[in-house]
């Protein structure tokens, strides 16, 4: 990802407090169907409830940051029907490893 695409997409976030989901994977090998499931599933979390944006780069390891206004909205995402499918295939299919953590965002800055 650039930074001018970084840019654009970090200055739709509100002013903190907010949550971040750090996604941080590493692929068995990469695939066609897991770059399509990957934008389903950044368009499906545009539409839900407390999605404030995304930022995601992937070289051997990838890493992903949703932000999320509030812990029920990042709930409600962990359980979204279309999201476990995605989950389960991710965990059968596509990833080697992958970790998940939540944080709250205190404070937020830039420079470019």
Same mark, same amino acid.
């Given at each position: 990802? @650039? #930074?001018?695409?970084?840019?654009?997409?970090?200055?739709? %976030? +509100? %002013? +903190? +407090?907010?949550?971040?989901? *750090?996604?941080?994977? $590493?692929? $068995?090998?990469?695939? %066609?169907?897991?770059? =399509?499931?990957?934008?389903?599933?950044?368009?499906?979390?545009? !539409?839900?409830?407390?999605? %404030?944006?995304?930022?995601?780069?992937?070289? =051997? *390891?990838? *890493?992903?940051?949703?932000?999320? !206004?509030?812990? =029920?909205?990042?709930?409600? /995402?962990?359980? @979204?029907?279309?999201?476990?499918?995605?989950?389960?295939?991710?965990? @059968?299919? /596509?990833?080697?490893?992958?970790?998940?953590? *939540?944080?709250?965002? =205190?404070?937020?800055?830039? #420079? #470019?």
């Amino acid at each position: 990802m @650039n #930074f001018l695409k970084l840019k654009k997409m970090s200055s739709k %976030l +509100p %002013l +903190p +407090p907010y949550y971040a989901v *750090i996604f941080t994977s $590493k692929l $068995k090998k990469k695939s %066609l169907a897991y770059e =399509e499931m990957a934008h389903k599933m950044l368009k499906l979390a545009q !539409k839900q409830k407390g999605f %404030l944006g995304m930022e995601s780069a992937r070289e =051997e *390891i990838g *890493i992903t940051v949703s932000y999320w !206004k509030d812990l =029920e909205s990042i709930k409600n /995402w962990k359980e @979204n029907t279309a999201h476990q499918l995605a989950q389960k295939l991710g965990k @059968n299919e /596509w990833y080697a490893a992958y970790r998940v953590r *939540i944080a709250k965002v =205190e404070r937020d800055y830039e #420079f #470019f």
